[in-house]
C-alpha cells in the first residue's frame, strides 16, 4: 500500500473521493430545472418586504420557527398548503429552518391582521396564551434606513421604485417585519374548507359540560383577541348582540362559521376582519361548544 | 526520536483556549435552554434566544471543537511525522488570531449580524478569516507532513489530511455570497438551491468537525492511553474511504418532505443508512483493540473515556441513519429529538474524547502526572449524567412534541393547537436545563483539575531546574 507513504497522492485521493458525493448531490442539481422553477404567482420582495427579512434574519427568527410545509396530512391541516419549490425564488438564504419552538410561518401571511402582529411583537403572551417567545418592542422604535434597503435591494435586483424607497421614511423595523410576514406563502391560495355544517343549523351542545368546555378551549385560543371577559380588544366584543356593525343578531350557525373559516379579507362575510379560520384545529364539537360558551355571555337583550 | 525537540506551546495555547470557549458554550447553552422555559430571561435586544442560539453553536463548533483540535493535532502530527512545527511564528500567529475570531463571532452574532446558514452564521469579513486561520493551519500541518521522518502515513494523518481538505471545500462553498457593506451579504444561491448547499455542508460539518477530526484524535490517544496496538489495519482503511465518500451524499436527509426534488431526498437517505458501516468499522476497532482486557475500564482511569466517547460515536452513527428515513422524520423532525440527537455526538462522543486526550497529552507536555485521578472519575460521572439526562429527556418530549402535533379528533380535526404541544415541553425543558447544570459542573471539575496538573507540572520543572 504506497499510497500512505505518498502524502500528495494521499491528498489528492482524498480530494476525489470527498468531491464524488459533492458534484452528485449538491453541484448537479443547481443546474436543473426542478431545483429552481419559476411560476408568475410569486413576486419578489418589495423594499419594506426586504427591509422585514432582514430583521427576520438578524433576529435569528429562523432558529425557532420553520418556512416549509411539509407534504403530511396533519401539517396541511394546521399550517395550509404544502410549501412549492418555485414559491422559494427570491429568498436569498433561503429560511427553512430546522426547529418549531415556535409555529411554521410559511403561510402566515394574511392569516391575523396587522393590527395583530403589531401587539403580538410587543408582547406575545397576551396574544398566544402560553406563548414563550421574546418581546420584541424594541423594533417599534428602531427606524429604517432607506438608503440602506435601497443599496440591499439594487444588489438582488429585485424591481422597486423611488417611491417605494421614499415611503420607507418614518417606517420602523417593526412595520417592516409585519409587512414581511404578511406576504409569506401568499402565492398560494389556500382552497375552501369543506363546510362542517348545514345553513341554519342548530347547535346540539348546549348543556352546562358543554359551556364549560367551550370556556377553556375559549380561554386557550380565543382570548388574546377577544379578552378574558369577551369584550374584545383586536376582535370584536363578543357580549354585545350585534357584532361587526351587523344590523341584526347572528344565528348560531352562522357564528359557527365565522370560527370555522374566519373572515379574512376576500371571504363572503358580512365584516371583512383579520380573523383567521380555526376550523382546521378544532372539529365540530369543540366550535360547537365555543358559540354554547359565547351564547352564556351574551347580553340578555 | 529521544533527542528530537517538538514545539508544544500552540498545542498548550489552542488546549486552554478551548477549555475557554468550552465552559462559554455550555454556559451560553445553559441560559438558552433556560430562555425558552421562562421568556423573560431573554434581554432585547442583544441577549434573545435568537440571537444567542447562533453564538452557542458557534462557540461550540469554532471555538471549542476547532480549537481544541487544532492543538491536538499540531500534538499528534509533531509526534506521528517525527518533526516539530516548520514555521511556530506562524502557528503562534494562528492561535492568536483564533481567539480574536472567536471574540469578534461572538460580538457579532450578538449585535445581530447573522447569514441565517446555520452553521455558518458569520458574516463574510469573518468567514475570511476563517479561511486565512485554515491556510496558516494547513500550511503547518502539510509543512510536517512533507518533512515528516517517518515515511508511513499512520491512519490519525488521514484523518487530519481529509479534515483540512473537507472543510476547505465546505465552509468555501457554502459561505459564497454577495455583500452590501460589511455586515450583510446575501447567498449567490437561492430557494431550493441554497438550501440544498447548506445541508450538503451543514451534515458535512458533523462530518468533518465533529467525526473525522475526532477520529484522528481516537486513533491516536486512545492506542496510547491503552498501550495497544490498533485491532486492524484494513478496518482502518476500508472504514477511512467508505467514510470519507459517503459522507458527502447524505445531507438532504436533513431536507426530507421539503420542496427539493424527492430522488436527493431518497439518495441521502441510501447513502445515510450506508453509513453506519464505516462508522462502525471505528467502533468495532476501537472495541477490539481491548483485546478483551475490559478490566481495564476500572483500573486505568482514562480508558473508560475512550470507550464512552466510542460507544456515543456508534450510537449516534445509528440514530442518526434512523432519523434519516421518511417515516421517522416525519415524527421527529422539527421537534427537540433532534438536539437530544446531536448533543449525544456533541457532549457524548465530542467532549469525552477532548477531555481524555487532553488528560493524557496535558501530563505528557508537562511532564507529570494528572492531578487528580479521583477529580477526572468525579468530572466523568458528571458529564455522562448530564449527557444522558439531557439526551433522554429531548428524546421523550420530542417523541411527544412530534405525536402531539400529528394528533387528530375521530372527524379528523387536529387535536391539539400549536402552543398546547409546546406548554407540554415544559417539565423537559426544565429537566434539560438542570443537565445542562451537571454537565457544566463536570466540564469545570475538568478544567480544574487540568490547570492544576500544568502548575503542578510547571512547579516540577522548576524544581529540576
Known sequence: MTIYKKPILFTIMATLTVLAGTVAMMIYPQFLPSTQPHNELQKPYTPLELAGRDVYQAEGCNNCHTQTIRPLKAEVARYGPYSKAWEFEYDRPFLWGSKRTGPDLHRVGGKYSDKWHYKHMVDPPKMIYGSNMPKYDFLADAELNPATVEARIKVLGFPYTKEQIEELDGLTKMDAIVAYLQKLGTAVKRPPRPPKIKEGAENPNTDATSIANGQKIFEMNCTGCHGIDLKGGVGADLTDVLWLNSTEDFEDWEIFDIIDNGTVAGMKRRAEGGMPAFGDFMGTYKIWNIVAYIRSKEAKE | ?465
Open chain 2, 1 to 465: 526520536m529521544a533527542t528530537q525537540e517538538y514545539s508544544y506551546d500552540v498545542v498548550k495555547g489552542f488546549t486552554f483556549s478551548a477549555m475557554l470557549w468550552g465552559t462559554v458554550t455550555i454556559l451560553v447553552g445553559i441560559l438558552i435552554a433556560s430562555q425558552l422555559v421562562y421568556p423573560n430571561l431573554n434581554f432585547a435586544p442583544f441577549l434573545t434566544f435568537g440571537r444567542l442560539r447562533p453564538l452557542h453553536t458557534n462557540a461550540g463548533a469554532i471555538g471549542f471543537g476547532i480549537g481544541s483540535f487544532f492543538g491536538m493535532f499540531y500534538y499528534i502530527t509533531q509526534r506521528l511525522t517525527g518533526v516539530s512545527i516548520p514555521f511556530p511564528k506562524l502557528a503562534r500567529a494562528h492561535l492568536w488570531l483564533f481567539n480574536i475570531a472567536v471574540v469578534l463571532a461572538a460580538v457579532s452574532l450578538v449585535a445581530g449580524m447573522n447569514t441565517t446558514k446555520e452553521y455558518a452564521e458569520l458574516e463574510w469579513p469573518l468567514d475570511v478569516v476563517v479561511v486565512i486561520l485554515w491556510v496558516m493551519f494547513a500550511i503547518n500541518i502539510f509543512g510536517m507532513i512533507f518533512k515528516r521522518k517517518n515515511l508511513y502515513l499512520y491512519v490519525s494523518l488521514w484523518y487530519i489530511i481529509a479534515t483540512v481538505i473537507a472543510v476547505a471545500v465546505l465552509y468555501i462553498i457554502n459561505n459564497l455570497a454577495i455583500p452590501v457593506g460589511l455586515t450583510k451579504s446575501y447567498s449567490i444561491f437561492s430557494g431550493v438551491n441554497d438550501a440544498n448547499v447548506e445541508w450538503w455542508y451543514g451534515h458535512n460539518a458533523v462530518g468533518f468537525i465533529f467525526t473525522t477530526p475526532f477520529l484522528a484524535i481516537f486513533y491516536y490517544f486512545f492506542p496510547k492511553t491503552a498501550n495497544l496496538p490498533i485491532y486492524s489495519h484494513r478496518l482502518s482503511i476500508v472504514s477511512f474511504w467508505s467514510l470519507i465518500f459517503a459522507y458527502l451524499w447524505t445531507g438532504a436527509h436533513h431536507l426530507i418532505y421539503t420542496p427539493v426534488p424527492d430522488w436527493i431526498q431518497t439518495l441521502a437517505m441510501a447513502f445515510t443508512i450506508f453509513l453506519i458501516a464505516p462508522s462502525w468499522g471505528s467502533v468495532i476497532n476501537g472495541y477490539y483493540t481491548m483485546g478483551g482486557n475490559w478490566d481495564r475500564m476500572g483500573n486505568n482511569y482514562l480508558i473508560k473515556f475512550f470507550i464512552l466517547g466510542i460507544t456515543f460515536y456508534g450510537l449516534q452513527t445509528v440514530q442518526g441513519p434512523t432519523q434519516g428515513l421518511r417515516s421517522i422524520s416525519s415524527l421527529i423532525h422539527y421537534t427537540d429529538w433532534v438536539p437530544g440527537h446531536v448533543h449525544m455526538g456533541t457532549m457524548g462522543w465530542v467532549t469525552m474524547t477532548i477531555c481524555a486526550a487532553t488528560y493524557y497529552m496535558i501530563p505528557q507536555i508537562y511532564k507529570t502526572k494528572i492531578y487528580s485521578v479521583a477529580l477526572a472519575n468525579t468530572h466523568f460521572w458528571l458529564v455522562l449524567i448530564g449527557q444522558l439526562t439531557y439526551s433522554v429527556t429531548m428524546w421523550i418530549t420530542g417523541i411527544q412534541q412530534g405525536a402531539m402535533w400529528k394528533a387528530t379528533d375521530p372527524d379528523g380535526s387536529l387535536t391539539y393547537t400549536f402552543i398546547e404541544t409546546n406548554l407540554a415541553n415544559i417539565p423537559f425543558w426544565q429537566i434539560r436545563a438542570i443537565a445542562g447544570a451537571i454537565f457544566l459542573l463536570g466540564f469545570l471539575v475538568f478544567v480544574f483539575n487540568v490547570t492544576m496538573t500544568v502548575k503542578q507540572g510547571r512547579r516540577l520543572a522548576k524544581e529540576v531546574a
